[in-house]
Nanobody, 119 residues
Framework: QVQLVESGGGLVQAGGALRLSCAAS????????MGWFRQAPGKKREFVGA???????DYADSVKGRFTISRDNAKNTVYLQMNSLKPEDTAVYYC?????????????WGQGIQVTVSS
């Protein structure tokens, strides 16, 4: 059974930083692209960024230069370092996994974790 468990969310002031972690189990972590998504109240879920199995990264324009995704295959964990946070970054953040051959198809999702940025 695949499980993705996010941690590290919370409340932070604008301009602050948070690091989210997502621990994976039940899958061959190194063979999966790992992505982060978010959903703000009343909005659709949106792509934040992803890291491939070869450590190449991709980011949404809204977070480029502020967010960094990394992975530790030895720990089956993916991270989302969020700096210079803005109130509009407030959302539930989800990690997801996609098999490397179909990197756009995220088959597995975490339960989500709240990030709130106060102004």
């Amino acid at each position: 059974q695949v499980q993705l468990v996010e941690s590290g969310g919370g409340l932070v002031q604008a301009g602050g930083a948070l690091r989210l972690s997502c621990a994976a189990s039940g899958l061959t972590f190194s063979r999966h692209t790992m992505g982060w998504f978010r959903q703000a109240p009343g909005k659709k879920r949106e792509f934040v960024g992803a890291v491939s199995r070869s450590d190449s990264t991709d980011y949404a324009d809204s977070v480029k230069g502020r967010f960094t995704i990394s992975r530790d295959n030895a720990k089956n964990t993916v991270y989302l370092q969020m700096n210079s946070l803005k109130p509009e970054d407030t959302a539930v953040y989800y990690c997801a996994a996609a098999y490397w051959m179909t990197p756009a198809n995220y088959d597995y999702w975490g339960q989500g974790i709240q990030v709130t940025v106060s102004s």
